[in-house]
């Protein structure tokens, strides 16, 4: 399970967009488990911590496919 989270502070300059991109600046963290206990129930809830050094950008991305997309196919 990999989550993406996005914290959307009240400054509107944390995002820019054309027809082509879309750049978030600073507001996107990640966090990913092996666990399927994470997920629980339908009525549960979880509480997780995600390290600040664990910020969504295009190099953490490519970290996160060739990591744990590889393990998927295995």
Known sequence: LVLILMCVPR???????????????KNLFWFHTDSMDILGNENSTKTIRIPKEHRFNPESFSQIVSEYAVKRLS
């Open 11 to 25: 400054e509107i300059d944390w995002i820019d967009f054309t027809s082509e991109e879309i750049i978030f600046r």
